[in-house]
């Protein structure tokens, strides 16, 4: 750790470190949409333009806070193009590929701490709902209906069931079963969720 | 505590206590069905009968052992009987109203207890396997089947998903929602799981 001789902070990793910690407590307290990059970098006692030096956009800056195992903004528009008849296979099939590969260590460790405490479990809930369910039913073109709200949290549901059982709990033949197995059988799930019949 | 004079454990708040440790460690161990109440009566160092006086069956030891805020053989056999094709919403509804009880305060604790040890995994996915998932198959005449456990669990990945959701990260509208629009949404995936085609 590297400390200016005036005793502020300096140097890259301290830094960073600072800007992570006034991003986690701003968007758990605040939510996303009304945490700003100016505040956060007040409380971190750096200038705005440094977090977007080191982290982007707000967008990048929560997921770093948040490590999250993945982008969302990369992974999603693939997901979400394409024929909507089929986008709860290919949301399926592009979330089990994170989580089985090396970064759903990741992921399992977020989905413990979230559980344990409130204020992370408000930070994951903040996160999955403003960066990932939202574009869902934006790119649907469904985010204005009444129960867009509901659909978007039935997907999460069975999308954190299916983290829980197969990676967490290892409940078998789930932890164990190929990918095209759970995605042929889940899929219909997700889809009806997103477009179908709920109600 | 209680502590006779030959040192020994007497005293019932004592002895449960040592039973139920004995009892933990052989079903996480060794599974339920080898499992045996001579040996946990070994371990904890009283009479097999005193297990019996105290606890019951094998069954009902488990679910104290575990905590679960629930008893299987009380809840499942009202929601397992009737229309099979209506056995998705039986399930649902009967886990839903435990949860929504005092007794998921319990429950709650005994999920963030199984994400965060491997320990507490093992003996929890023991309980859901022998105690909930394969009563239900049963039941349904399809515990033979090639595919029994595929179904099984994912019924247990949509339940956990559910109450990871609606009880443990609060995720809204589900958090809130009343039992009915949940029931309404899901029992058909829970069906489709039991009944229909996964494959």
Known sequence: MVVGRTGRR???????????????QAFAERGFDRASMRAIATTA????SLIHHYFGTKEQLFQAALEFPMNPQELLPQA????PDQVGERLLAAGLAVWDSP???AGAALMRS??????????????VTTQVL????????IDRSPEADLRAALVASQIAGLI?????????????????????????????YLTGPIA
């Open 103 to 105: 970064a759903g260590v």
């Open 45 to 48: 006692g750096v200038d705005p």
């Open 114 to 127: 979230a559980m344990s405490s409130e204020w992370s479990a408000a930070l994951l809930r903040e996160f």
């Open 80 to 83: 979400l193009s394409g024929d």
């Open 10 to 24: 300096s140097g890259s990793p301290d830094t960073r470190g600072a800007i992570l910690d006034a991003a986690r």
């Open 134 to 141: 939202r574009r869902v039913l934006v790119s649907l073109g």
């Open 164 to 192: 829980m059982t197969r990676y967490l709990l290892k409940l078998e033949p789930l932890a164990s079963a190929p990918r095209e197995v759970i995605i042929t059988a889940v899929a219909p799930t997700i889809q009806r």
